[in-house]
């Protein structure tokens, strides 16, 4: 029975475009999915749906499911996290709703849609797909470390949440926008939801992360590049493995060092002190070089969003000049971001 | 139906004694796991059972599951592994033998006991259990960083398969008959059979292998010591995750490093040259301080089982020689090895 309703693994795509799922959200924060596909992925979604109630909009055309599958939308996407991953009871009849219009589900919350019964039973009767973005690929192998083809550039940090997939992402389009042919390559539920596909990392078998990580980013031709998100940070007390192996696995060229402004203590780790950018440089290069020697650090990302943009520019310019590095908040761009781009072309 | 047959997780204990299964292999290298069952846990094991024509022996007695049971065994222990981890054919009727016997069945190979249709249905008629020591709690925790009490050491090692397992099983027999509470703390197949508990380090989600790596080693009296199996090497390409996740999760005190005399390159990586042992020692250090700021290295376990009495001799000498350190081969023992436990007791 559990194999019913067919799970979408990685590196298939994604059913594009998107109607996005408010919930029943009143505050934005919990909607940081939905504006993050609106902000990314804008082009591939058609509008968004909400239960009665939900006061977080995205600026998109609101619609119906049945509206949104007459304009093309292939799939809802939960927009959505409540504490707890769970989903509410209110949602199921919007959800519903979906699956009786034609479009499949895609979640990246903690609890699975397969897990819950109505809409499996519903999914099965429809032929649609309950989606999961938290499910690795069952058939991920054993990392090789053998060099890839292509050019690799991964974000990395001083901590969690602090701009890894939004400098990843920024790069990206920049490099685009220089001619150059370059992917985004999502290592987390946001991302893939973004790009289409990609690999959950932190749910991957640790034995088969780094593998995952090389299976993430293929053999390219030799001018293209994979800009890889990166997740967590090698100092993190928790994560550092899922770092480590990310990093291994990507073989980066390059490696851009994402910290926020102001940020001294590990998030929700009020006892380790959160470690420097250049620390966090020195590290990342002597464990990257393992797998590429060549990796070098471009510069560093700085999540300024607590400040004004005086304040902003006075801090990109104070990290700029202590580290000898380009410094630029990708949210920000400007002169600072085009050299940080520069410098990840060398 | 999947559920039918219960499935053993850590920290559950294995039900003990064992009675070795030889499977039908004529190569010793294959009985590794009985081998070292004999060697660790000889006091649990009543006997050893195989098909016909397996030309491998413990040593222990040769005896029926029935003969097994009734001198107290209460689980049949899989002792072989031949490559591609398989279940042959031809073991089916000696392990049906011993589910009617009374034994549970437990299994550290590749393919789940519980997959082979004829195992289930038997067990599931005769109230037996089939456990896979591949199969890790289904609720760890992220991982806290917060300091345990107790005292923790760990093997690291500058490689895969070099002793970080029989180093971790000698440091604690040591310690033990220095009138220590130790006990060993087993993070892969064979030394959680030994131990009869642990947690599979290789088989953890990833996000959660630093927390697998705290619940391991739980808080403990101040003077008792955790001597804890390393896996895989911060410098490997495939498992460097795993290795980071482990030492920050262990938190541990003291690090004993193992290396293989003579062994130059990553086994199965021709490309990737071995790391040096002060170069792990070095790394190591840093990495580990993370969560334990007052880590140390004791000194080094050096695999010397290529080389004749006198060839070994010298081998540790140098070593110690060079790093200032002491080196020791545990499967040796001797003065080195009585100096390397001084080292780790401080």
Known sequence: MSNAVP????PDVLPQPYLLFLGDVVEPAYAKTALGLRDWAGERCVGEFACEGAAVRTGLPRLT???ARALGARSLVIGVANPGGRIPEAWLSPLLEALHAGLDLVGGMHARLSGIEPLRNAAIAQGRRLIDVREPPSDLPVATGRKRTGRRLLTVGTDCALGKKYTALALARGLRERGYEADFRASGQTGILIAGQGIPMDAVVADFAAGAAERLSPDADPAHWDVI???GSLSHPAYAGVSL???????????????AHGRERVLGYPDYPLPSVEETIDLVLRLGARTNP???CAGVSLNTSGLDAAAAQRALDAAAARLGLPVADPMRGGRAFAQLLDACLG
């Open 245 to 259: 192996a990310l990093l291994h696995g990507s073989q980066p060229d390059v490696v851009v060092v994402c910290h």
């Open 7 to 10: 799970v979408l693994h990685v």
């Open 229 to 231: 998100e990166g997740q």
């Open 65 to 67: 499911p049945a509206q």
């Open 294 to 296: 060549a990796i070098r």
